[in-house]
């Protein structure tokens, strides 16, 4: 996910070679807590919501003393406590862990994502879990249940950052310079987790639940290149989760609409004619024509939008001339955009090329700008279908309890899962690794961002209960 400033919800920037200078802090070390220290936070969700759940907390039960109990054609308190007995097995939550760690011990970077792919398939194939491979690179579409419609899908990224990691810990990055920094190994761990409890449960699956694994979520629409490679083939909604350390752990978050922003970059030139600054008037000069842009961009947002709408023009790059006595042949400047609907992002496209191109005119230059879309930079919003939120809340709620689930803001960050939400229904939300006494408290793309574990079995619980109540509820 993508987020201008690090202060903002859920934390994640995609990676942008050009700018990524800016995100890389190295430090040397920190003090953290190692994985001996988590809570038995989802023990309490469970036993608060579900009585019988936390009698199972615990103890080593079987699967299928779990399964025969309930045929959950209409879903009830029963089978929520089936799910998470599941989920929280003693068994099941250091299996969860341990894969989330090996996967947190080897961060790939976008497009890269072969030995976690390769452990994704190693688990599927313990499981008896069918998928296609490869789509994207990488990508993985496996499926549970009948084979049959309906379909509903739920996905996972599986890149990491180019961020040295700075969490000391027992299983800190492997690899120099590369980190997930963004919890996308929770994210691929979870949902393993999930595909696990659905392989349970598959006998009461009234459908096909299809689990997408894709590469390059932070860089290169990994998203896009899984749909055209038909990771959504006959999919007719699909979900995902996010890891926020906005949130304590397990809470669930979203909103209906726009959740996160439309996002672009562009880079623009301004070309005049080099002179001697003492006499101006024999040159053609782009500081001045590029400064008269960056005003005139700000009025983009502040004159011509609606202020109900939220929208970001930001210029973060001015760069031109390195002689004190001499106006520069060209200067180039960069920033971002934001938006959350795709007319107002397409439109704020549109305004910025117009206003460099018409503002260098302006000042006898001529400027070129370039929104960087060969190389895969434009993300448009995230929006959240109504009925694919009121299902995550639903399903969140009668889970973990009405406490656990918030109504979030929309934030500026962006995030690949807009390309599936262009094509079918979708639903995008927020699950918590808060932990105030473990230190997981800062935000995605730091080199100290760390998770609380305990999310993980929540999570798998809370994917394959989307999945499972969706399919059920079809009929
Ligand atoms: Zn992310
Ligand atoms: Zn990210």
Not at 115 to 140: C, N
Not at 148 to 157: K, L, N, S, W, Y
Not at 202 to 218: N, R, Y
Request: glycine content about 8%; some cysteine; overall charge negative.
């Amino acid at each position: 996910m993508y987020s201008l400033k690090s202060y903002v919800l859920v934390v994640s920037l995609i990676f942008i070679p050009f700018f990524a200078n800016n995100f890389l802090v190295f430090v040397n070390s920190i003090t953290s807590s190692s994985g001996n220290q988590y809570t038995t936070f989802f023990n309490a969700i469970s036993s608060s919501t579900n009585p019988k759940a936390s009698l199972n907390s615990g103890k080593n039960q079987t699967t299928s003393s779990l399964i025969s109990s309930s045929f959950c054609d209409v879903w009830d308190v029963t089978c929520s406590e089936e799910v998470l007995g599941l989920a929280q097995e003693p068994d099941n939550v250091e299996w969860i862990k341990g894969l989330r760690r090996k996967i947190h011990e080897n961060p790939e970077l976008a497009f890269e994502e072969y030995e976690t792919s390769k452990l994704v398939r190693s688990e599927l194939d313990r499981m008896d879990i069918e998928y296609r491979y490869p789509l994207a690179k990488t990508g993985i579409r496996a499926w549970v249940g009948t084979g049959g419609p309906p379909f509903v899908a739920i996905r996972a990224d599986m890149d990491a950052l180019p961020i040295q990691e700075a969490v000391e810990w027992e299983h800190k990055s492997k690899v120099a310079g590369k980190m997930h920094a963004c919890g996308h190994d929770a994210h691929v761990a979870m949902l393993v987790g999930a595909a696990k409890i659905l392989k349970n449960r598959e006998h009461l699956l009234k459908g096909t639940v299809i689990v997408i694994f894709q590469p390059a979520e932070e860089a290169g629409n990994g998203a896009k290149r899984m749909i055209g490679d038909g990771a959504l083939e006959n999919v007719e909604a699909i979900f995902a989760v996010h890891v926020s350390h906005e949130h304590p752990t397990g809470i669930i978050g979203s909103r209906p609409g726009p959740l996160l922003a439309g996002c672009g970059f562009f880079r623009a030139v301004f070309s005049g004619r080099k002179g001697l600054a003492g006499s101006p008037h024999h040159s053609v000069d782009p500081i001045l024509a590029a400064s008269a842009a960056v005003i005139s961009l700000q009025g983009i947002v502040s004159r011509e939008s609606n202020p109900l709408d939220s929208q970001v023009v930001s210029v973060t790059s001015f760069n031109g001339g390195n002689n004190l006595d001499m106006i520069p042949e060209t200067v180039v400047i960069g920033g971002t955009f934001r938006a959350f609907s795709n007319a107002s992002f397409y439109n704020l496209l549109q305004r910025i090329e117009e206003v460099i191109v018409e503002q260098a005119n302006v000042f006898r230059c001529w400027a070129t700008v370039d929104f960087f879309e060969k190389e895969s930079t434009i993300y448009p919003p995230t929006v959240n279908d109504n009925r694919m939120y009121e299902h995550v809340k639903k399903v969140a709620t009668d889970l973990l309890g009405p406490p656990n689930f918030r109504v979030v803001p929309p934030m500026m960050g962006a995030e690949d899962f807009s390309f599936y939400s262009q094509v079918v229904p979708a639903a995008f939300y927020y699950i918590g690794v808060r932990n105030e006494t473990l230190g997981s408290t800062h935000t995605g793309h730091s080199p100290y961002f760390m998770i609380d574990e305990d999310v993980l079995p929540i999570g798998a619980a809370v994917h394959a209960t989307i999945a499972e109540r969706y399919l059920n509820e079809q009929g």
